[in-house]
């Protein structure tokens, strides 16, 4: 009786995550798998804290409240699903404690979990992009918007006398919108790790990696340097773009490839696994069984993992090093559960089944998402074009105009009244002042071309070197505006 009533607040002081609906499938996952086996209900409870999953938290808890506190099951259960603030663990939490009290079996009630949860996944994931379609379009229009401010203000300096702190306010209000809707459609995104780290990931992550990190700060470098020698700044962004587009390509065909291994990867689980159950082998043995053919972007990963494992590698680093290699995250967490769960006892067809439905769901939605960003790419990209076009064009006539009003007004002292006249109620700009529009349209420019590229790469949410491409097209659809634009402007306004 003490304990349960001191129990409360020592539970109090925890502070539990949010768990997503990914992240709660993921575990579920995890768990009806290492359940198949027939093991003991605390083995399940104590696996399943070890996962790598921030829903293990909770079942580190359940596990203290039993360990300690002397708690049962059911009861433990029921606790720290009260003390949970994700509505979606809550309600699992309390389902599992009901399940345990009434004698359900462990491995069939996580099973259907598992499978319910795989639903409210996809629903949760399919409302997040359709924000991310709602969101994308939402950012087209501030761009559209801060492309007005800088044409106004640029305008409107031809009207009146030029407002440096006006100017630079509304510029920078303009930059803050734009960034402001990129982070929205981080925010409206789904959440998810898509790629595992690049320096343990595909030889594709890696080679793209070792190009970034000789080619950027080189680029920068000669960037500086071209512009200081007086280059101009179209010839300049198109060299660096040029530069740029090695390590975008290497990146996207990485992706691709990833994204390749991800749907192989389901039927995979389910080759391997229903081998390895139907001819009575290991898997080592039913590796060498299966026709790799059917799995033309994983083969060369396939191939690796088997001689590995011939070679009387530990079979669990040959396991764990195949989903590194793969540069798949999902791969790379699906694995330790497919060999975690047949090294404790259980059935490979079952357990690859598991493995397959969990792989194939999340495949499927991630596959909706790359099609709504990759319209969502083409549609900025060419946005960038025509705002980059309308803003050198309008700062081309205003620098046309400066110097044609320049010729046209007298230059005697005693013309004061006819210079008036000329200037037709027009205001005149000092050098200064021309090389500030200048630059700021120019810095303006360059800003949204960026920002194009993170909110593109945002929304993709694959590998973050792709920002490379993007950011590539970008500026060099902007270099190509500063050197094409003005000649047409000055040929226009000569006729």
Same mark, same amino acid.
């Given at each position: 009786?003490?304990? @349960?009533?001191?129990?409360?607040?020592?539970?109090?002081?925890?502070?539990?995550?949010?768990?997503?609906?990914?992240?709660?499938?993921?575990?579920?996952?995890?768990?009806?798998?290492?359940?198949?086996?027939?093991?003991?209900?605390?083995?399940?409870?104590?696996?399943? &804290?070890?996962?790598?999953?921030?829903?293990?938290?909770?079942?580190?808890?359940?596990?203290?409240?039993?360990?300690?506190?002397?708690?049962?099951?059911?009861?433990?259960?029921?606790?720290?699903?009260?003390?949970?603030?994700?509505?979606?663990?809550?309600?699992?939490?309390?389902?599992?404690?009901?399940?345990?009290?009434?004698?359900?079996?462990?491995?069939?009630? *996580?099973?259907?979990?598992?499978?319910? =949860?795989?639903?409210?996944?996809?629903?949760?994931?399919?409302?997040?992009?359709?924000?991310?379609?709602?969101?994308? /379009?939402?950012?087209?229009?501030?761009?559209?918007?801060?492309?007005?401010?800088?044409?106004?203000?640029?305008?409107?300096?031809?009207?009146?006398?030029?407002?440096?702190?006006?100017?630079?306010? *509304?510029?920078?209000?303009?930059?803050? *919108?734009?960034?402001?809707?990129?982070?929205?459609?981080?925010? $409206?995104?789904?959440?998810?790790?898509?790629?595992?780290?690049?320096?343990?990931? $595909?030889?594709?992550?890696?080679?793209?990696?070792?190009?970034?990190?000789?080619?950027?700060?080189?680029?920068?470098?000669?960037?500086?340097?071209?512009?200081?020698?007086?280059?101009?700044?179209?010839?300049?962004?198109?060299?660096?773009?040029?530069?740029?587009?090695?390590?975008?390509?290497? $990146?996207?065909?990485?992706?691709?490839?990833?994204?390749?291994?991800?749907?192989? #990867?389901?039927?995979?689980?389910?080759?391997?696994?229903?081998?390895?159950?139907?001819?009575?082998?290991?898997?080592?043995?039913?590796?060498?069984?299966?026709?790799?053919?059917?799995?033309?972007?994983?083969?060369?990963?396939?191939?690796?993992? @088997?001689?590995?494992? =011939?070679?009387?590698?530990?079979?669990?680093?040959?396991?764990? =090093?195949?989903?590194?290699?793969?540069?798949?995250?999902?791969?790379?967490?699906?694995?330790?559960?497919?060999?975690?769960?047949?090294?404790?006892?259980?059935?490979?067809?079952?357990?690859?089944?598991?493995?397959?439905? #969990?792989?194939?769901?999340? $495949?499927?939605?991630?596959?909706?998402?790359?099609?709504?960003? +990759?319209?969502?790419?083409?549609?900025?990209?060419?946005?960038?074009?025509?705002? &980059?076009?309308?803003?050198?064009?309008? *700062? @081309?006539?205003?620098?046309?105009?400066?110097?044609?009003?320049?010729?046209?007004?007298?230059?005697?002292?005693? +013309?004061?009244?006819?210079?008036?006249?000329? /200037?037709?109620?027009?205001?005149?700009?000092?050098?200064?002042?021309? =090389?500030?529009?200048?630059?700021?349209?120019?810095?303006?420019?360059?800003?949204?071309?960026?920002?194009? +590229?993170?909110?593109?790469?945002?929304?993709?949410?694959?590998?973050?070197?792709?920002?490379?491409?993007?950011?590539?097209?970008?500026?060099?659809?902007?270099?190509? @505006?500063?050197?094409?634009?003005?000649?047409?402007?000055?040929?226009?306004?000569?006729?």
């Amino acid at each position: 009786m003490n304990s @349960s009533k001191s129990s409360p607040k020592h539970e109090n002081k925890i502070s539990f995550r949010l768990i997503t609906p990914f992240e709660l499938f993921y575990q579920l996952t995890y768990m009806s798998a290492m359940a198949s086996s027939g093991i003991a209900r605390g083995k399940v409870f104590e696996i399943a &804290a070890r996962s790598s999953s921030p829903a293990s938290e909770y079942f580190v808890a359940v596990n203290t409240l039993v360990d300690e506190m002397r708690y049962d099951y059911p009861e433990a259960c029921r606790q720290i699903g009260l003390q949970s603030k994700s509505d979606n663990m809550k309600s699992f939490l309390l389902r599992m404690s009901d399940a345990l009290r009434s004698g359900e079996p462990l491995a069939e009630f *996580l099973a259907r979990e598992a499978e319910v =949860q795989g639903e409210d996944y996809t629903n949760e994931y399919e409302r997040n992009i359709e924000a991310l379609k709602q969101w994308s /379009n939402a950012f087209s229009s501030l761009t559209i918007s801060v492309a007005l401010i800088v044409i106004i203000q640029v305008i409107s300096s031809m009207i009146s006398s030029l407002n440096v702190p006006m100017m630079l306010g *509304l510029m920078g209000s303009g930059v803050m *919108l734009s960034g402001f809707g990129a982070w929205i459609i981080k925010r $409206s995104a789904p959440r998810e790790v898509i790629t595992v780290k690049p320096s343990e990931g $595909s030889a594709e992550q890696k080679q793209a990696m070792r190009l970034f990190r000789l080619i950027v700060p080189l680029g920068f470098a000669g960037a500086m340097v071209m512009n200081l020698a007086g280059i101009p700044l179209g010839v300049v962004l198109i060299i660096a773009s040029a530069l740029l587009l090695p390590i975008g390509l290497v $990146s996207t065909r990485s992706d691709k490839k990833t994204h390749k291994k991800d749907e192989e #990867f389901s039927t995979f689980m389910r080759s391997v696994g229903g081998t390895a159950s139907s001819s009575g082998t290991t898997l080592k043995q039913a590796l060498t069984q299966i026709d790799l053919s059917s799995f033309p972007t994983l083969e060369g990963d396939i191939e690796r993992l @088997s001689k590995r494992l =011939q070679a009387l590698v530990d079979p669990e680093i040959c396991w764990h =090093q195949f989903g590194q290699e793969t540069g798949s995250k999902l791969v790379s967490e699906v694995v330790a559960i497919f060999y975690g769960a047949i090294k404790i006892g259980g059935d490979p067809e079952r357990v690859g089944y598991l493995c397959s439905l #969990f792989t194939s769901k999340t $495949s499927r939605l991630r596959s909706k998402r790359r099609m709504t960003s +990759a319209m969502f790419a083409g549609l900025t990209t060419v946005m960038q074009a025509v705002i &980059a076009g309308l803003m050198m064009f309008v *700062l @081309s006539v205003v620098l046309n105009f400066a110097a044609m009003v320049s010729t046209l007004m007298p230059t005697a002292e005693g +013309a004061t009244d006819g210079q008036a006249t000329i /200037n037709m109620g027009m205001a005149s700009f000092t050098p200064a002042e021309l =090389q500030f529009l200048s630059s700021l349209t120019v810095t303006m420019i360059i800003l949204m071309a960026v920002v194009t +590229a993170l909110a593109i790469i945002l929304s993709d949410g694959g590998y973050k070197l792709k920002m490379t491409l993007y950011l590539s097209m970008t500026i060099f659809i902007s270099g190509v @505006s500063m050197l094409v634009v003005p000649p047409v402007v000055a040929s226009i306004l000569t006729i």
